[in-house]
């Protein structure tokens, strides 16, 4: 049996470790019962894996390192465990993870989204990432750019594998094609799906756009030119509802809020075009959804996702988050008359039909094999202090 161990088992999720789950025995185990960051209502009913929560009642920033170690082995101690799959190598979940892969001679594989560029680098930080990252035996990345990060850390490029970050492409292609159009959304449309934070570049992408409103209604008559529709919530929302009402776009910006798995296609299905605008992006899968839709892309170049998911010119473009002019070209480019938007969808459900859930499955069994082989990493003493150290250091 395997163990696949996350946050917080959140919708997307399910299709990954069930696709695992048909090939190997998976133990599914949630260290925290709430996610940090998303609302997800629980839905459960799909799988057919064995699931177990560590804490069920908070989430990765209200949790004592201690007490999730402490139910970690409760859970563990005692199952024929062969190998375990731990997101990442610096929050306590993970270090608590990896330390009892050491205590109990287990091999441990690290699944990695991150890359060299997605946030500023320390020295001491990255020779610390090392020491860790030599204790797995195998790794699962998003793609190439992580893949290459890995490597960088000191896993030999033939231990890591591709196909971490995947979504279940059948359930937005199926449901967008009999999504009924809801009468709040306008004609012709972008669709930004993110979390109201800095990072994702919201008041830029709200900025550009009023740019390219003023150039298409040049072009064109008002009532032709697309609006924007954004998903999500966060923190900076009043931010952004100030900024809109400032750049006179109340009427055609529209801001529907946070919505759950279920209701995301009716937006995708609708939608002309997908705009992610992050100056930082580990991944992107809201990238993947609009593809798996049929949707072409604009993607910033800082997303993680960009180098493997988007083919210039024949899915969709990326540009510079930080040029507003190439985002509004871009705009423009896409919404223009008798651009190819049809021939662009069909391109990105091709592209993204590779990475499903079965990619994940080939790439964790990948893993799996390759970490069985490899055997677990030695480790001593400096080691088992450093990640105790690390645990109470990242702990809140």
């Known amino acids: 049996m395997i163990a696949i161990v996350f946050d917080n088992y959140g919708p997307y999720l399910w299709a990954r470790v069930n696709a695992v789950g048909k090939i190997l025995p998976v133990l599914a185990v949630e260290l925290y019962g709430r996610s940090a960051e998303y609302a997800w209502q629980r839905d459960r009913a799909a799988t057919d894996v064995e699931i177990a929560t560590l804490i069920a009642d908070t989430d990765r920033f209200h949790t004592e390192a201690k007490a999730l170690e402490r139910r970690l082995r409760e859970v563990l101690d005692g199952r024929a465990i062969d190998a375990v799959a731990i997101p990442g190598w610096s929050f306590p979940g993970a270090l608590v993870a990896l330390r009892w892969c050491i205590d109990q001679r287990i091999p441990a594989i690290v699944m990695s989204e991150s890359t060299a560029w997605d946030e500023p680098r320390i020295r001491i930080k990255e020779w610390i990432k090392r020491r860790i990252v030599r204790l797995f035996s195998a790794g699962l990345v998003g793609g190439a750019p ?6 960088q850390l000191g896993l030999p490029d ?3 594998f591709l196909g971490y970050d ?5 359930f937005f292609a199926d ?6 159009r809801r009468p709040d959304l306008p004609q012709k449309y972008f669709l930004a ?7 994702k570049n919201l008041s830029a992408l709200l900025r550009a756009f009023a740019l390219y409103r003023q150039a298409s209604e040049h072009r064109h008559a008002a009532g032709e030119c697309w609006e924007l529709v954004l998903l999500g919530d966060g923190e900076i929302r009043p931010e952004l509802l100030r900024l809109r009402a400032a750049l006179g776009l109340d009427t055609v910006v529209h801001l529907p809020g946070f919505k759950q798995y279920a209701e995301l296609p009716a937006y995708y299905a609708h939608a002309n075009a997908f705009i992610h605008a992050s100056t930082t992006e580990q991944w992107g899968l809201v990238v993947n959804e ?3 839709s049929g949707l072409p892309v604009l993607v910033s170049r800082r997303c993680g996702c960009a180098r493997d998911l988007v ?3 024949v899915n969709g473009f990326t540009f510079d988050p930080c040029d507003s002019a ?9 919404s223009a008359t008798g651009f190819p938007l049809a021939k662009f969808g069909v391109a990105s459900q091709r592209i993204i039909s590779d990475w499903g859930p079965d990619r994940f499955a080939a790439g964790m069994v990948s893993a799996v094999n390759c970490a069985l082989k490899v055997g677990p990493r030695p480790a001593g003493w400096f080691d088992w202090r450093l990640l105790g150290v690390l645990m109470r250091r990242n702990n809140t």
Request: overall charge positive.
């Open 290 to 292: 609009a593809m798996a």
């Open 146 to 151: 992580h893949q290459d990060y890995l490597a």
């Open 326 to 334: 190439q985002i509004v070209q871009l705009m423009l480019k896409v």
């Open 166 to 170: 995947v979504v279940d492409n059948r």
């Open 193 to 199: 799906s993110a979390r109201f934070v800095g990072k």
């Open 175 to 180: 449901q967008a094609k009999v999504a009924v």
């Open 311 to 313: 083919s210039e010119g």
């Open 158 to 160: 033939e231990r890591i």
